[in-house]
């Protein structure tokens, strides 16, 4: 057995912490059972909680916590996207997050360059990166949650970029600090010179490890072998043989190593071409041997991308109404397909690769007709088909079960019989469901299975299974972590892929570089041959509306809370573990965790649905929000808000009133009045007011034209909320309902509006608290006023603010299905604009999207709407949702200050760079009062800015 890095057995984590924050502050120090609940859960199937958890906010302070671990003996795990699928970001000791303060992300060399620091994900750093038609080389599917961080302990890469444009071909420098806390930038010129300075052992253990390995023929002959695939098991030790300076060594033994050598600060990429013309197109094959075997001769024809599905695949994807023809037409037996792909700089470029590789394409023995498309929208329906099948199996799988994805590699030349292996295996061990696809150009197969872990049988059943996967693919000349990273899931595995030599070489590394052996323990290495069987995650059922979750993680990049308190996985993941505590008779820590998350996991959340855009299994952690507040809801307040329902017509004005009147008084008296009430009772109950608020709106208008082509439901949020202070008065009223009807009357488009509209609203304000009886009286009014007004439903429904439109149809969706409502920066770019004359403007123009618009689609005609009227228009990269979210904003302003701070500064930053005029603009009364409040700048509708060039 390889000696490994002996540690303390008991570290003081108390004297630690107490330091720590000392050092730190007390903000970035937390033994919270909720904070460490929160982030014990990653993506895989592991689950270890954390005794400490600390969020450095620099590279200073990652070094001194990395330092203070050293000396306390304490085991120290480093932790950003959590979309890891390996169990290679938990722990049971020191919890660093590395995502919260470090998302600096510098362009360079007019994009040739990225500096990038490890919580940012892929998706933002390509959004930096598209003005400049460049991207990163890696390119995961995970690539809207998974950061730099990950992509670098990973060697990450992709669907795409193969061996030739992952992390360790791309990356170019790294600021790396070693548990010692030596920090070390290796684009520095002298970098060199202090790493001997610093670490003389280090750097002369890294030569004679060189040393030894090139002495050796048969390890050469291993690691060329191996490095050749894709392969992130172990260590990336191919650093040893490519490189002879000791500093490009420790900066290629980084990548991949999943932090069990260091901590990378930040990397610098060189980038890669973006490539705007593209063909796609899906080729069914009668087998598995078919298709594999024609993956040579695709590579030869040039497609940059040949990712394989495997008959059940396909099964799958036949469930999906969308399937596109040749999929759902196709009885499948043994079929299986490959998505290919042509790219191009120009179109002459992308039609001269089409064409040589034509000939190629009649030859293949396909099943079905050959059809490559460029058009966007039957791409994103064959991409869909790919992508489409985690969310698929996942969301499929039986309650109580795990989602396991998997990824091993072989050469080409033996895909197809390795794809008919595992398939057989999956049969003998009776999984079923069970799919097979990846990345085929690479010979990186992935394949999914549900398992559970609470079962001594099915634990069994799953140790087998991995020992027969295992013998396949290393029979096969293969490696079992192509991409995924070995984590604990393949640790124990690494001697036996590697032999005995490059796996003492490896532990030889550790120790040089870990010496106690602090950093990830039980990641990439173990000597324990079961260790991988051990702390595997239970998954109880616990709510309805979030049982389906497979704690990916990909919805938390978009959650506006994220910075603030809980993201959705997190929510779900601390009710889970409540229902575990309960279950174990810990009912302190149950108490413990349900006390916390009143405040962190059900008042903060926006309930905007933002998560639902990127969970791959479509939940909305705010279907779980409104019932918990619906259940916390007394009966008084139930009966209260349904009276103030039957009433609305008389007390939606009142809220204006009141803004109007505290306008009008100095701005003391009204913030230290709602501040007094605020200090007594419940910050969820009574709203701040603070003097950046409007002045209070009008009367919605009401018209009845003899031939209407449209019926307005003008919200009730402008009758609460004026507009921005100064902003023009239009001729039939003022702010976006004013502007909305200016326009409609100068292009010829007449509105009506419901009978007794002063009375109705969508129900947002009831449905988001879980006022159940209050939202039904609303929907029995507005229902029946709407069928009138629309002749049955023959007229469109236009609403002048996103959130209320988003609202009013999910009122109407199930209650009246023939009523069909739309936003009118929709109904106004469709039917109105193309009537009227703009004249366009020479300022620039600042938009903010809001959650309400991307989840409806609308966004697009958003931003349309700005362009029509200026050549400057500025989408932040880091635009996200307010959080205003209805009163949310006013209730706890802290959470609309989290959410929008990223989005501010990039606004602060646009500003800075137009000297000029500049408007601001979005589509939603409370979202424009959140972002004024962010950023200074008066944010108004985009109707109003379009209502001002159409004079």
Known sequence: MTAQPARAAEPNLFGLAAHLTERLGGSAVSRRPLDLHAMAHDASHYLLTPELLVRPTSTEQVAEVLAACDTAGAPV????????????????????????????????????????????????????????????????????????????????????????????ATLESMVLVLPTGTTIDSAAPDAEAELAAREPALVAGLLRLRQRVLDNPESVATIRRLFAMKNTMGYGINALVDFDSPLDMLVHL??????????????????????????????????????????????????GTAELLDAASLRVSQQDPACPAQIAALSVVDHAAVLVEWQGSTGEELETAVASATPTLEDLPLSTALELTSDASARAGLWRVRKGLFSAVAGARPAGTNALLEDVVVGVDVLGQTCIALTELFAAHSYEESVIFGHARDGNLHFMLNERFDDPASLRRYEAFTDDMVDLVLGNGGSLKAEHGTGRIMAPFVRRQYGDELYDVMWELKRLVDPRGLLNPGAVLSDDPTSYLRDLKPNPRVEEEVDRCVECGYCEPVCPSKDLTLT???????????????????????????????????????????????????????????????????????????????SWGAIAPLGGVALTVAKLLPSGLPVGATQAVRAVASHDQVPAYDAQLPRGGTSRPAFDPQAPAAVLFSACIGEMFGPEPGAAEHAHGSGATGALVDLCVQAGVPLRTPEGLGGLCCGTPWKSKGLTSGYEVMADRVVPALREATDGGRLPIVVEASSCTEGLVTMVEARAPELRVMDAIEFVHDTVLPRLSVTRSAQSVVVHPTCSTERAGTSAALIELARAVSDDVVVPVAWGCCAFAGDRGLLHPELTASATAAEAAEVAQ??????????????????????????????????????????
């Open 77 to 168: 795990t480093f932790r950003s996207g959590g979309t890891s699928l390996s169990g290679q970001a938990v722990t049971d000791a020191v919890l660093v997050d590395t995502r919260r303060h470090f998302g600096g992300v510098e362009v360079l060399d007019g994009g040739a360059r990225v500096r990038v620091q490890p919580g940012v994900t892929v998706r933002a750093v390509n959004a930096r990166l598209a003005p400049h038609k460049r991207k990163l080389g890696p390119d995961p599917a995970s690539e809207g949650a998974c950061t730099i961080g990950g992509v670098v302990a990973n060697n990450s890469s992709g669907m795409h970029c193969g061996t030739e444009f992952n992390t360790y």
């Open 254 to 303: 980084m990548i991949g190593s999943e932090g069990t050598l260091g901590f990378v600060a930040s990397a610098t990429f060189r980038t890669l071409p973006v490539h705007p013309d593209i063909s796609t197109g899906l080729l069914v094959f009668d087998s598995v041997a078919a298709a594999t075997g024609s993956i040579p001769a695709l590579v030869a024809a040039g497609t």
């Open 568 to 646: 959705p996985r997190q929510r779900i993941v601390v009710r889970r573990d409540i229902q575990t505590a309960r279950a174990a008779g810990d009912l302190a820590l149950a108490e413990s965790l349900e006390r916390d998350y009143d405040y962190d996991g059900t008042m903060t959340c926006a309930v905007d649905g933002m998560c639902q855009t990127a969970c791959p299994v479509l939940i909305d952690t705010g279907d779980l929000t409104r019932r918990l507040r619906r259940e916390s809801q007394s009966r008084v307040a139930d009966r209260a808000w349904a009276l103030a329902a039957r």
């Open 910 to 951: 646009a500003a800075a760079d137009r000297p000029g005029d500049t408007a601001y603009v979005s589509c939603n009364r409370t979202c424009e009062i959140g972002m004024t409040r962010a950023t200074g700048q008066p944010y108004r509708h985009v109707l109003e800015l379009l209502a001002d060039a159409t004079r």
